[in-house]
């Protein structure tokens, strides 16, 4: 049975990036039960936090993910979030407006370390 596949936000990398337990980290549990998806903005936003020295295990990691494109659908719910969230003065950054539309252009579960912002955006299935 293939399993579900699931987008992440940068939280989780940057958290799994950053501990030593490797298992501990909700990426570990995610993977262990779900296929892992990021958009291509969280890997823009890894890429440019990484340091020259970790880009080996920056470019490894990102070879087992897959890596969703912000399209036109993408973009199409990215306005229908932004739109929604500053009608309600709770607008959050762009870069995750551009993440959560990718989950839901592509019908994904989600799954972040920030759901305070995240939990803003209507239609997102958080796993936890």
């Given at each position: ?95 995750d407006i551009f993440i959560a539309s ?14 305070k912002h995240f939990k803003r955006i ?7």
């Amino acid at each position: 049975m293939e399993s579900e596949t699931i987008l992440i936000d940068t939280s989780i990398l940057i958290d799994y990036f950053r501990k030593k337990d490797k298992q501990s980290t909700t990426f570990y549990k995610l993977s262990l039960k779900y296929k892992i998806a990021v958009s291509s903005v969280t890997e823009f936003e890894f890429l440019t936090g990484a340091r020259e020295e970790h880009f080996e295990f920056v470019d490894t990691l990102f070879k087992k993910l897959t890596v969703l494109p912000f399209d036109s659908e993408c973009a199409k719910k990215a306005k229908n979030i932004y739109l929604g969230l500053k009608s309600k003065n709770k607008l959050i950054e762009l870069p995750d407006i551009f993440i959560a539309s990718t989950a839901l252009a592509n019908s994904l579960l989600f799954s972040t370390i920030n759901e305070k912002h995240f939990k803003r955006i209507e239609g997102l299935n958080f796993v936890d």
